[in-house]
Structure formats: C-alpha cells, structure tokens
C-alpha cells in the first residue's frame, strides 16, 4: 500500500490565534482558508517548508474535548492525543518554541526509543505536540541494513 500522511486535523476555539501561532511559532505558510456555509465550519491549512501539513478547524458551538496535562494522561483516553515533528536539534527547537508561548510539558530528556530525544508542548489552547531528535547516524545505518 502506498500511502503517506498529508496532514494533522486540530479543533480549535480561536482560529485566529492558533494560526497566527503556528505560522509564527513553526514557520508555516498559510495553503488556503476555507469557510462551510452549512455547518458554519472555517478551517485553514498550514503547510512547513518540509511539507507537513496542520489543518486547523473551527465551529460555534464546539467544546473543550481532551486537554491532557502531559503524555501519560493523554494516553488514558482513546483518540487523538498528540503529534509529533522531528528536528535534527531538538533543546534550540523547544526553547523557540517556549518563546513563542508554548507550554512547557516534559523537558528534552531520552525517549523509549533507543538513539532518540524527546521534548514535549502544548499549543497556547493546550494541545499536545512531541518533538523527536533521532540520531542521525543510528537511523542511516538501520536504512543500509
């Protein structure tokens, strides 16, 4: 099967603001906006230099779902609970990250897997993102294998 993730759906109660965030905190550019009259739904897409893409959706009426404090919380309940990006320098990452107002979750610290670091976040309405440092040289070797 051949297939590729395209991109991250997150609900959000300001759209404005979680997209002026994430352009800013993440250096992404805006794809295209878009507005469903019916359900009254406004979403836009956001797109990293690397391709990765973020679509942030938006609907009067919604509520707070999941707004797990860490990882392990978020863990105890079914469904979405993060995503995660990679970087080849994960402690200038989420120090940047930091400035930009994103909380502070778990520190840059040694993750299950081995040869890889993991620092985790939360956007400013809470939602969780993992950032992944991989060494470098242990994942190339793995690929000539």
Avoid: C
Avoid at 40 to 48: F, I, P, S, Y
Avoid at 52 to 67: N, T
């Amino acid at each position: 099967m051949d297939t590729r993730l395209d991109h991250v759906g997150v609900t959000v109660r300001d759209l404005a603001a979680q997209t002026a965030w994430y352009t800013t905190a993440f250096g992404l550019k805006n794809v295209f906006a878009f507005h469903l009259e019916g359900p009254g739904l406004e979403g836009v897409v956001l797109e990293h230099p690397h391709g990765w893409r973020i679509e942030l959706l938006a609907r009067p009426g919604s509520g707070p779902g999941l707004r797990a404090p860490d990882p392990l919380t978020a863990a105890l309940t079914e469904g979405y609970g993060h995503f995660a990006v990679t970087t080849p320098e994960l402690d200038p990452v989420h120090a940047a990250l930091l400035a930009h107002g994103a909380g502070e979750v778990v520190p840059p610290g040694p993750s299950p897997e081995p040869g890889v670091r993991m620092a985790w976040v939360s956007d400013p309405e809470g939602n969780l993102i993992e950032l992944i440092e991989k060494n470098v040289a242990q994942h190339a070797d793995r690929k000539a294998e």
